[in-house]
């Protein structure tokens, strides 16, 4: 009996460890290039819708609202869901993890890989005269710190959200 209990206790564990998050993932494990985005020749309009969806997911993330930011990823998703893009498809990586979680602080994490990759896109793409701010907070992920991208220049921590809104400094200002 007591070997039953410890199998079944052990396969509870095992399945519940496998639905609850990606633990292979890192925020560095699909960085893209400057060539990357230069090869996918996108037009003006796309390069800004994927900076404007990414700063809704951003905006959701600031609210804490696991539900808007699967939502904002999900749209953007949408727009580009039949795109032949390879530079897309791998620049979604993390936008589709946002999406398919309803965990904040999972869709935190991949969020910090998505913002990585969307400053090496914002470099490289025309954004319409508007400053583009890179962000820093370094209380992230237990002190490690992280980037993201605004187009505003005051702060609002997307990491932590209502526990530490103003929590970070800018860094660099891409106009």
């Known amino acids: 009996m007591k070997t039953i209990i410890t199998i079944t206790l052990f396969l509870s564990l095992i399945a519940c460890q496998e639905s609850t998050s990606d633990s292979s993932y890192s925020a560095s494990s699909n960085k893209i290039s400057d060539s990357e985005i230069k090869a996918a020749n996108l037009n003006e309009e796309t390069a800004q819708q994927i900076l404007t969806g990414y700063l809704k997911i951003k905006d959701a ?13 999900g749209s953007l ?10 530079f897309i498809e791998k620049l979604f990586h993390e936008v589709k993890l946002i999406e398919q979680s309803k965990d904040v602080d999972q869709q935190r994490i991949y969020f910090q890989g998505l913002s990585n990759n969307m400053y090496i896109f914002v470099k490289n793409i025309d954004h319409a005269d508007m400053p583009i ?5 370094p209380m992230a992920f237990d002190n490690t710190g992280a980037y993201w991208i605004s187009d505003e220049q005051k702060v609002y ?7 530490m809104l103003r929590c970070g400094k800018v860094t660099e200002v891409i106009e």
């Open 77 to 86: 998703v949408f727009d580009f869901e039949e795109n032949e893009n390879k």
């Open 61 to 73: 993330l600031v609210s804490t609202d696991a539900e808007a930011a699967a939502y904002a990823a």
């Open 133 to 137: 701010y890179q962000q820093y907070c």
């Open 157 to 163: 921590n997307p990491y932590f959200g209502d526990k």
